[in-house]
């Protein structure tokens, strides 16, 4: 079970509209999503480059998971998602070889995408997701 690529890169922002300018009049690349994820506390923005897309994060709540990460390290990179065939799979193989999870289970993501989150502290500080159809 390997990623076939990577899905999306997610980026805490502290200003979603102004992060999605740069991207677009900048980069010249097309905001084609807006979500708000209830449960993430977040709302997020999407664009594709290639087969992947960059999803930018911005928190609804001040306590939210992405209103934590920017107090603590600033904006920034937040998460590196990989595309997996079956989520539930991946993590389940994730757990196997000793891998602290963040979700047991997969869940509903953005763009009714299955997901799942690996600890940091077992994936050498980069907040790792897993990120596909089932
Ligand atoms: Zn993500």
Same mark, same amino acid.
């Given at each position: 079970m ?6 999306? %890169?997610?980026? *805490?922002? #502290? ?6 300018? +740069? +991207? ?7 905001? +084609? $999503?807006v979500? #708000? %994820?209830?449960? /993430?506390k =977040?709302?997020? $923005?999407?664009?594709k =480059? ?16 992405? *209103? ?5 390290? &600033?904006?920034? =990179?937040?998460?590196?998602a990989? $595309?997996?065939?079956?989520? &539930?799979? $991946?993590?389940?193989? *994730? ?9 047991? /289970? ?7 995408l /299955?997901i &799942? ?8 500080? =980069?907040?790792? #997701? ?5």
């Open positions: 390997k990623p076939t690529h990577i899905e999306h %890169i997610g980026i *805490a922002v #502290e200003d979603l509209e102004m992060a999605i300018s +740069y +991207y677009r009049d900048v980069l010249g690349l097309e905001c +084609y $999503a979500e #708000e %994820i209830e449960d /993430q =977040v709302k997020t $923005a999407f664009f =480059v290639g087969d992947t897309k960059i999803e930018l994060l911005e928190s609804t709540d001040r306590e939210g998971p992405v *209103a934590r990460f920017i107090e603590k390290r &600033g904006p920034g =990179v937040h998460h590196i990989f $595309a997996m065939e079956n989520v &539930g799979e $991946a993590l389940n193989n *994730a757990r196997e070889k000793g891998i602290r999870l963040i979700d047991s /289970q997969p869940r509903k993501g953005a763009e009714g /299955q &799942g989150f690996l600890h940091p502290k077992s994936t050498f500080g =980069v907040l790792m #997701e897993f990120c596909g159809k089932k």
